[in-house]
């Protein structure tokens, strides 16, 4: 049943036993909402890149989303059986394409552009895929920024001071670093990255904490208004890890009581750089979701707004500035269950997909409430509640009756569950 050839943005792929593409997803392909004027993923995505000096870092918009395995994964050190690969998490065009699901896939191809470039960095803004739940904040499409630094060694070879040189002539940022896990743990196998002195990574790792730090401020400054701009954001640096970079951080930002995780990023791995033909260069790489940080800096409480047609959605923003969204109405939600005995292998992603299929964007978030395993026979039942709830109008209970209808028939043919 599935067709030989699926066709994205006018390039024709032949399928396999891998491609899980849904009908639906073609069409994210061509929107670009980080370049349409003055939408607020493009507005966020300016707002960042006018902290970036531009004579030192090339921007690259309009990268196409579907990339190789090898560029996606491989060349980027995750190990063949990481999670990130799988089926349930990644949309395959076939066994050797993908749907990028970070921006990091084009850091190889622009490593090895810098010098034709003349730039020691860049900044790469596009939609990246990703099978997941349905939630407020989660939808299958997202944008993501990456950014990237390289530092040569020059004739002195003495690259730390350099690069701490050029730290200290940085903008220091207006944020309390209430807490910060070690910059460099010598020894630690982990975090020790092949081909760095503990001094390297460690000037290169402070200025990428000094960027980040000042991104965050001007951000999250633009988020609180002028009303709270006298206390100072609390961050904190939290350890992490990335096939791809060590040592390896995340960004977390306390905001309305809680410490939200906003980045990722690292000193890129030496080998990385060496394909790349820099062996001569040590650098940094990061990279953040637009949706989160937008819809803390505009107020906006649904990931799906960002992709509305509505006009009363776009109008609010038609002047690129920076404003509060005002909700334009709200419209009730509609609850209905759904509860099935699962097969030996169940994937949660494959029900999300299933019901996105059907629903689309009416459906605003998917629940589970109920899971057991019968006590006698050893089957597990789960339990959905799906939220239908429209952005833009009052769904007739006929309409919800009919879409919770076609997710019950949709459930034994393909996901082979059995109903109760
Ligand atoms: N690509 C990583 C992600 O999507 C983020 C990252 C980018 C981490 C660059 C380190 C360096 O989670």
Same mark, same amino acid.
């Given at each position: 049943?599935?067709?030989?050839?699926?066709?994205?943005?006018?390039? =024709? #792929? /032949? @399928?396999? %036993?891998?491609?899980?593409?849904? &009908?639906?997803?073609?069409?994210? +392909?061509?929107?670009?909402?980080?370049?349409?004027?003055?939408?607020?993923?493009?507005?966020?995505?300016?707002?960042?890149?006018?902290?970036?000096?531009?004579?030192?870092?090339? =921007? #690259? /918009? @309009?990268? %196409?989303?579907?990339?190789?395995? &090898?560029?996606?994964?491989?060349? +980027?050190?995750?190990?063949?059986?990481?999670?990130?690969?799988?089926?349930?998490?990644?949309?395959?065009?076939?066994?050797?394409?993908?749907?990028?699901?970070?921006?990091?896939?084009?850091?190889?191809?622009?490593?090895?552009?810098?010098?034709?470039?003349?730039?020691?960095?860049? +900044?790469?803004?596009?939609?990246?895929?990703?099978?997941?739940?349905?939630?407020?904040?989660?939808?299958?499409?997202?944008?993501?920024?990456?950014?990237?630094?390289?530092?040569?060694?020059?004739?002195?070879?003495?690259?730390?001071?350099?690069?701490?040189?050029?730290?200290?002539?940085?903008?220091?940022?207006?944020?309390?670093?209430?807490?910060?896990?070690?910059?460099?743990?010598?020894?630690?196998?982990?975090?020790?990255?092949?081909?760095?002195?503990?001094?390297?990574?460690?000037?290169?790792?402070?200025?990428?904490?000094?960027?980040?730090?000042?991104?965050?401020?001007?951000?999250?400054?633009?988020?609180?208004?002028?009303?709270?701009?006298?206390?100072?954001?609390?961050?904190?640096?939290?350890?992490?890890?990335?096939?791809?970079?060590?040592?390896?951080?995340?960004?977390?930002?306390?905001?309305?009581?809680?410490?939200?995780?906003?980045?990722?990023?690292?000193?890129?791995?030496?080998?990385?750089?060496?394909?790349?033909?820099?062996?001569?260069?040590?650098?940094?790489?990061?990279?953040?979701?637009?949706?989160?940080?937008?819809?803390?800096?505009?107020?906006?409480?649904?990931?799906?707004?960002?992709?509305?047609?509505?006009?009363?959605?776009?109008?609010?923003?038609?002047?690129?500035?920076?404003?509060?969204?005002?909700?334009?109405?709200?419209?009730?939600?509609?609850?209905?269950?759904?509860?099935?005995?699962?097969?030996?292998?169940?994937?949660?992603?494959?029900?999300?997909?299933?019901?996105?299929?059907?629903?689309?964007?009416?459906?605003?978030?998917?629940?589970?409430?109920?899971?057991?395993?019968?006590?006698?026979?050893?089957?597990?039942?789960?339990?959905?509640?799906?939220?239908?709830?429209?952005?833009?109008?009052?769904?007739?209970?006929?309409?919800?009756?009919?879409?919770?209808?076609?997710?019950?028939?949709?459930?034994?043919?393909?996901?082979?569950?059995?109903?109760?």
């Amino acid at each position: 049943d599935l067709p030989n050839t699926i066709t994205l943005n006018n390039i =024709t #792929y /032949n @399928t396999d %036993s891998l491609t899980n593409i849904p &009908a639906t997803l073609p069409s994210y +392909l061509t929107r670009n909402l980080h370049l349409q004027p003055s939408h607020p993923l493009s507005t966020t995505r300016q707002t960042i890149e006018s902290l970036f000096s531009s004579a030192l870092y090339e =921007t #690259y /918009n @309009t990268l %196409s989303p579907i990339v190789t395995v &090898a560029q996606n994964f491989d060349c +980027l050190g995750f190990p063949a059986d990481h999670p990130g690969r799988s089926r349930s998490d990644t949309y395959y065009v076939n066994q050797h394409t993908v749907l990028r699901t970070h921006t990091s896939a084009h850091q190889a191809e622009k490593f090895r552009l810098l010098d034709t470039v003349g730039k020691p960095g860049y +900044l790469i803004t596009a939609d990246v895929y990703r099978r997941d739940a349905i939630d407020r904040s989660h939808y299958p499409v997202f944008h993501q920024m990456e950014g990237a630094r390289v530092f040569s060694r020059g004739a002195d070879a003495d690259i730390a001071s350099t690069v701490m040189a050029e730290v200290r002539g940085m903008t220091v940022p207006e944020v309390e670093v209430v807490e910060s896990c070690p910059v460099y743990e010598d020894g630690n196998p982990v975090q020790s990255a092949k081909g760095h002195t503990a001094a390297e990574a460690e000037a290169v790792a402070r200025h990428l904490q000094r960027q980040l730090e000042l991104v965050v401020s001007r951000v999250f400054g633009e988020a609180a208004g002028s009303a709270s701009a006298k206390e100072k954001l609390k961050v904190r640096w939290v350890s992490a890890y990335f096939p791809f970079t060590s040592p390896s951080y995340e960004l977390e930002v306390f905001w309305n009581n809680e410490w939200l995780e906003v980045l990722g990023c690292g000193v890129v791995r030496q080998d990385l750089l060496d394909y790349a033909g820099h062996s001569d260069k040590i650098g940094w790489a990061f990279g953040l979701g637009l949706e989160r940080i937008a819809m803390l800096m505009y107020g906006i409480p649904d990931i799906r707004l960002f992709w509305s047609r509505d006009e009363r959605f776009a109008r609010q923003f038609a002047d690129g500035v920076v404003r509060r969204y005002e909700p334009f109405s709200r419209y009730p939600h509609c609850y209905k269950d759904v509860a099935f005995w699962v097969p030996g292998t169940f994937h949660e992603n494959d029900f999300m997909e299933l019901v996105r299929g059907v629903g689309g964007d009416l459906v605003e978030d998917v629940k589970l409430i109920d899971e057991f395993t019968h006590p006698k026979t050893g089957r597990k039942s789960m339990c959905y509640r799906i939220n239908y709830c429209s952005l833009d109008r009052t769904l007739t209970n006929e309409e919800v009756d009919s879409l919770q209808e076609k997710v019950r028939a949709a459930l034994p043919e393909k996901l082979h569950v059995e109903l109760r």
